[in-house]
């Protein structure tokens, strides 16, 4: 059973531009959330989707943003890049509802930005 | 504000004792506790969670849960250096939105 995919695994850009990372979940989980990781931070939750609707958001600005498709693939956007958005961006997947469940993680995204 | 708080560490074990971790949490009205493992430059992966006050465990794991005075630890018996690693508690609070620890940092030694 393959697990959680997500690409691309590092990407560099600079300030100012805009970045797009994908996440395809464990075949038949519908729910994928997304989080921020830096050292000394934690875990900060994004947002989570089910069923291609967004059902939790957590305290980041509209820069970030997020999507999923029918077949439970998500993506994340962030617009207008700042130094501090630099991180490993993870994404998991669970089957139903993130809160009650195993949350399955991918390898993350590495974002570095100058 | 809702937080989950954590010791940062390093908690340095020796081989074989028990680990002891521990994680407060502020929302009096969390209902789910979570226990993640994360080996550096890996992602995290679930170890183990409990809903009810008391005890659970698994094999040489065992959770701890106190509503009352909102703690939750991770008790990791016969310590093996394979266990070294940053776990993470998270808890699922009474808006069913996940909070998580910044992870406590282990180490045991051989």
């Known amino acids: 059973k393959a697990g959680v995919t997500q690409t691309p695994r590092y990407l560099i850009k600079t300030r100012g531009q805009q970045v797009t990372l994908s996440c395809s979940p464990i075949?038949?989980?519908?729910?994928v959330s997304w989080y921020q990781q830096t050292p000394g931070q934690g875990l900060q939750f994004l947002f989570e989707?089910?069923?291609?609707?967004?059902?939790n958001k957590g305290n980041f600005p509209g820069r970030f943003s997020g999507r999923q498709f029918s077949n439970s693939r998500s993506e994340m956007n962030v617009s207008t890049l700042e130094l501090g958005d630099s991180a490993l961006y993870l994404c998991?997947?669970?089957?139903?509802?993130?809160?009650?469940?195993?949350?399955?993680f991918g390898e993350g995204s590495r974002l570095t930005v100058l | 504000q809702k937080e989950v708080e954590q010791n940062s560490g390093p908690l340095s074990v020796p081989e074989g004792a028990i680990a002891s971790l521990n994680c407060t949490y502020s929302?009096?009205?969390?209902?789910?506790f979570f226990w993640y493992r994360q080996y550096s430059g890996k992602s995290p992966e679930l170890i183990m969670f409990?809903?009810s006050n008391g005890d659970k465990e698994d094999g040489r794991f065992t959770a701890q849960l106190n509503k009352a005075s909102q703690y939750v630890s991770l008790l990791i018996r016969d310590s093996q250096p394979s266990d070294s690693a940053t776990y993470l508690c998270?808890?699922?609070?009474?808006?069913?939105?996940?909070?998580w620890g910044a992870g406590t940092k282990l180490i045991i030694k051989p």
């Open positions: 998991a997947s669970s089957l139903e509802r993130w809160d009650t469940g195993e949350l399955f």
């Open positions: 075949s038949g989980h519908r729910s």
């Open positions: 989707y089910f069923s291609e609707t967004q059902r």
């Open positions: 409990i809903y």
């Open positions: 929302d009096r009205g969390s209902q789910s």
């Open positions: 998270a808890v699922g609070d009474s808006n069913y939105q996940l909070i």
